[in-house]
T-cell receptor, first 112, second 116 residues
Protein backbone atom coordinates (compact mmCIF):
# COMPACT_ATOMS: atom_id res chain seq x y z
CA UNK A 1 0.00 0.00 0.00
CA UNK A 2 1.13 3.55 -0.57
CA UNK A 3 2.98 5.14 2.25
CA UNK A 4 1.91 8.76 1.96
CA UNK A 5 -1.62 10.06 1.67
CA UNK A 6 -2.18 13.71 0.89
CA UNK A 7 -5.09 15.75 2.08
CA UNK A 8 -7.00 17.46 0.59
CA UNK A 9 -7.11 15.89 -2.86
CA UNK A 10 -7.88 19.27 -4.39
CA UNK A 11 -7.59 22.83 -3.14
CA UNK A 12 -8.67 26.08 -4.79
CA UNK A 13 -7.62 29.44 -3.35
CA UNK A 14 -7.23 33.06 -4.38
CA UNK A 15 -3.88 34.58 -5.19
CA UNK A 16 -2.26 35.98 -2.07
CA UNK A 17 -3.83 33.42 0.27
CA UNK A 18 -1.91 30.67 2.01
CA UNK A 19 -2.23 27.04 0.94
CA UNK A 20 -1.78 24.14 3.34
CA UNK A 21 -1.46 20.52 2.28
CA UNK A 22 -1.10 17.56 4.59
CA UNK A 23 0.55 14.18 4.26
CA UNK A 24 0.05 11.19 6.53
CA UNK A 25 2.07 8.01 6.53
CA UNK A 26 2.01 4.68 8.31
CA UNK A 27 5.46 3.57 9.40
CA UNK A 28 8.66 5.19 10.62
CA UNK A 29 10.67 7.19 8.10
CA UNK A 30 14.21 8.35 7.40
CA UNK A 31 12.99 11.45 5.63
CA UNK A 32 10.00 12.93 3.89
CA UNK A 33 10.16 14.93 0.68
CA UNK A 34 7.74 17.25 -1.11
CA UNK A 35 7.57 17.57 -4.89
CA UNK A 36 5.65 19.76 -7.31
CA UNK A 37 4.33 18.67 -10.69
CA UNK A 38 3.06 21.03 -13.32
CA UNK A 39 0.48 19.45 -15.59
CA UNK A 40 1.95 16.49 -17.44
CA UNK A 41 5.53 17.41 -16.61
CA UNK A 42 8.21 15.83 -14.47
CA UNK A 43 8.20 16.28 -10.73
CA UNK A 44 10.43 18.92 -9.17
CA UNK A 45 11.89 18.48 -5.72
CA UNK A 46 10.89 21.21 -3.27
CA UNK A 47 12.13 20.30 0.16
CA UNK A 48 13.41 17.37 2.25
CA UNK A 49 12.86 17.07 5.98
CA UNK A 50 14.62 14.44 8.04
CA UNK A 51 12.97 12.42 10.80
CA UNK A 52 14.85 14.34 13.51
CA UNK A 53 13.72 17.72 12.16
CA UNK A 54 10.44 19.42 13.00
CA UNK A 55 10.32 22.34 10.60
CA UNK A 56 12.07 23.59 7.49
CA UNK A 57 11.73 26.68 5.36
CA UNK A 58 12.58 27.44 1.78
CA UNK A 59 11.44 30.78 0.41
CA UNK A 60 7.63 30.85 0.65
CA UNK A 61 7.52 27.17 1.61
CA UNK A 62 7.31 25.88 5.14
CA UNK A 63 7.28 22.18 5.93
CA UNK A 64 6.55 20.67 9.32
CA UNK A 65 6.96 17.09 10.44
CA UNK A 66 5.30 15.42 13.40
CA UNK A 67 6.69 11.90 13.73
CA UNK A 68 4.45 11.11 16.71
CA UNK A 69 1.39 11.69 14.50
CA UNK A 70 3.12 10.40 11.39
CA UNK A 71 2.17 13.48 9.46
CA UNK A 72 3.68 16.40 7.58
CA UNK A 73 2.31 19.63 6.22
CA UNK A 74 3.40 21.90 3.39
CA UNK A 75 2.46 25.57 3.68
CA UNK A 76 2.79 27.90 0.70
CA UNK A 77 2.47 31.50 1.80
CA UNK A 78 1.26 34.37 -0.36
CA UNK A 79 0.35 32.03 -3.19
CA UNK A 80 0.67 33.00 -6.83
CA UNK A 81 -1.03 31.76 -9.97
CA UNK A 82 2.29 30.11 -10.89
CA UNK A 83 1.95 27.87 -7.80
CA UNK A 84 -0.92 26.07 -9.54
CA UNK A 85 0.29 22.46 -9.73
CA UNK A 86 0.00 19.07 -8.05
CA UNK A 87 1.98 18.55 -4.88
CA UNK A 88 3.20 15.16 -3.71
CA UNK A 89 4.78 13.93 -0.55
CA UNK A 90 7.24 11.08 -0.81
CA UNK A 91 8.38 9.01 2.12
CA UNK A 92 11.67 7.24 2.59
CA UNK A 93 10.53 4.76 5.17
CA UNK A 94 12.87 2.89 7.45
CA UNK A 95 13.66 -0.54 6.07
CA UNK A 96 11.94 0.30 2.82
CA UNK A 97 14.97 -0.20 0.72
CA UNK A 98 16.13 2.23 -1.90
CA UNK A 99 12.91 3.80 -2.96
CA UNK A 100 10.69 6.75 -2.26
CA UNK A 101 7.00 6.00 -1.96
CA UNK A 102 4.77 8.69 -3.39
CA UNK A 103 1.25 9.63 -2.40
CA UNK A 104 -1.53 10.47 -4.83
CA UNK A 105 -1.04 14.21 -4.53
CA UNK A 106 -2.96 17.42 -3.87
CA UNK A 107 -4.08 19.47 -6.86
CA UNK A 108 -3.70 23.14 -6.04
CA UNK A 109 -5.36 25.82 -8.11
CA UNK A 110 -4.52 29.44 -7.41
CA UNK A 111 -6.94 31.83 -9.03
CA UNK A 112 -6.32 35.46 -9.89
CA UNK B 1 22.56 22.05 -17.87
CA UNK B 2 21.98 19.25 -15.37
CA UNK B 3 19.10 17.16 -16.57
CA UNK B 4 17.42 13.82 -17.04
CA UNK B 5 16.45 13.24 -20.65
CA UNK B 6 13.77 10.78 -21.70
CA UNK B 7 12.83 9.82 -25.23
CA UNK B 8 10.42 9.69 -26.84
CA UNK B 9 8.04 12.20 -25.26
CA UNK B 10 4.99 10.52 -26.78
CA UNK B 11 4.64 6.98 -28.09
CA UNK B 12 1.68 5.14 -29.55
CA UNK B 13 2.15 1.46 -30.27
CA UNK B 14 0.24 -1.77 -30.67
CA UNK B 15 -0.02 -4.75 -28.38
CA UNK B 16 3.01 -7.01 -28.54
CA UNK B 17 5.39 -4.72 -30.38
CA UNK B 18 8.60 -4.41 -28.38
CA UNK B 19 9.65 -0.92 -27.44
CA UNK B 20 12.36 0.87 -25.50
CA UNK B 21 12.13 4.18 -23.68
CA UNK B 22 15.53 5.74 -23.18
CA UNK B 23 16.71 7.68 -20.16
CA UNK B 24 19.98 9.51 -19.77
CA UNK B 25 21.34 11.75 -17.00
CA UNK B 26 24.39 14.00 -17.07
CA UNK B 27 24.88 14.46 -13.32
CA UNK B 28 26.95 11.36 -12.63
CA UNK B 29 24.23 10.04 -10.32
CA UNK B 30 24.54 6.53 -8.97
CA UNK B 31 20.82 5.97 -8.44
CA UNK B 32 18.27 5.80 -11.26
CA UNK B 33 14.66 4.72 -11.22
CA UNK B 34 11.56 4.33 -13.38
CA UNK B 35 8.06 5.26 -12.26
CA UNK B 36 4.67 5.08 -13.89
CA UNK B 37 1.92 7.55 -13.07
CA UNK B 38 -1.74 6.66 -13.38
CA UNK B 39 -4.80 8.70 -12.34
CA UNK B 40 -5.77 8.03 -8.75
CA UNK B 41 -2.73 5.82 -8.14
CA UNK B 42 0.06 8.36 -7.93
CA UNK B 43 3.58 7.33 -8.89
CA UNK B 44 4.55 3.71 -8.59
CA UNK B 45 8.10 2.49 -8.91
CA UNK B 46 8.85 -0.04 -11.65
CA UNK B 47 12.58 -0.70 -11.32
CA UNK B 48 15.57 1.02 -9.82
CA UNK B 49 19.34 0.82 -10.04
CA UNK B 50 21.90 1.66 -7.40
CA UNK B 51 24.81 1.64 -9.83
CA UNK B 52 26.15 0.09 -13.02
CA UNK B 53 25.04 -3.54 -13.44
CA UNK B 54 22.91 -3.33 -10.27
CA UNK B 55 19.14 -3.31 -10.80
CA UNK B 56 16.22 -4.25 -8.60
CA UNK B 57 12.45 -4.54 -8.78
CA UNK B 58 10.16 -1.84 -7.53
CA UNK B 59 6.47 -2.20 -6.77
CA UNK B 60 5.18 -2.94 -10.28
CA UNK B 61 7.94 -4.65 -12.32
CA UNK B 62 5.80 -7.15 -14.25
CA UNK B 63 6.03 -6.68 -18.01
CA UNK B 64 9.12 -4.46 -17.85
CA UNK B 65 12.86 -4.91 -18.13
CA UNK B 66 15.75 -2.56 -17.50
CA UNK B 67 19.48 -2.53 -17.92
CA UNK B 68 22.30 -0.39 -16.52
CA UNK B 69 25.38 -0.95 -18.64
CA UNK B 70 26.61 2.61 -18.22
CA UNK B 71 26.17 5.00 -15.35
CA UNK B 72 24.35 7.65 -17.37
CA UNK B 73 21.78 5.44 -19.16
CA UNK B 74 18.87 3.43 -17.81
CA UNK B 75 16.53 2.27 -20.60
CA UNK B 76 13.09 0.82 -19.92
CA UNK B 77 12.13 -2.10 -22.14
CA UNK B 78 8.64 -3.42 -22.78
CA UNK B 79 9.12 -6.76 -24.51
CA UNK B 80 5.43 -7.31 -25.29
CA UNK B 81 3.40 -4.22 -24.39
CA UNK B 82 -0.22 -4.58 -23.39
CA UNK B 83 -2.98 -1.96 -23.05
CA UNK B 84 -2.68 -1.96 -19.24
CA UNK B 85 0.79 -0.49 -19.68
CA UNK B 86 -0.71 2.66 -21.15
CA UNK B 87 0.57 5.28 -18.74
CA UNK B 88 2.83 8.27 -18.14
CA UNK B 89 6.37 7.12 -17.42
CA UNK B 90 9.06 9.00 -15.58
CA UNK B 91 12.76 8.35 -15.21
CA UNK B 92 14.52 9.86 -12.22
CA UNK B 93 18.02 9.96 -10.80
CA UNK B 94 19.78 11.02 -7.63
CA UNK B 95 23.16 10.90 -5.97
CA UNK B 96 23.56 8.59 -3.01
CA UNK B 97 24.39 11.11 -0.30
CA UNK B 98 23.63 9.14 2.83
CA UNK B 99 23.82 5.34 2.97
CA UNK B 100 20.40 3.90 3.63
CA UNK B 101 18.56 7.13 2.82
CA UNK B 102 17.02 8.40 -0.35
CA UNK B 103 18.21 11.72 -1.75
CA UNK B 104 16.07 14.16 -3.74
CA UNK B 105 15.17 12.84 -7.16
CA UNK B 106 15.68 14.65 -10.45
CA UNK B 107 12.94 13.74 -12.89
CA UNK B 108 12.76 13.65 -16.66
CA UNK B 109 9.81 15.25 -18.44
CA UNK B 110 8.01 12.00 -18.95
CA UNK B 111 6.98 9.66 -21.74
CA UNK B 112 3.30 9.26 -22.48
CA UNK B 113 2.77 5.74 -23.77
CA UNK B 114 -0.42 4.47 -25.37
CA UNK B 115 -0.76 0.79 -26.21
CA UNK B 116 -3.71 -0.11 -28.42
Amino acid sequence: SQQGEEDPQALSIQEGENATMNCSYKTSINNLQWYRQNSGRGLVHLILIRSNEREKHSGRLRVTLDTSKKSSSLLITASRAADTASYFCATDFTGGGNKLTFGTGTQLKVEL
Amino acid sequence: EAQVTQNPRYLITVTGKKLTVTCSQNMNHEYMSWYRQDPGLGLRQIYYSMNVEVTDKGDVPEGYKVSRKEKRNFPLILESPSPNQTSLYFCASSPILYPGQNSPLHFGNGTRLTVT
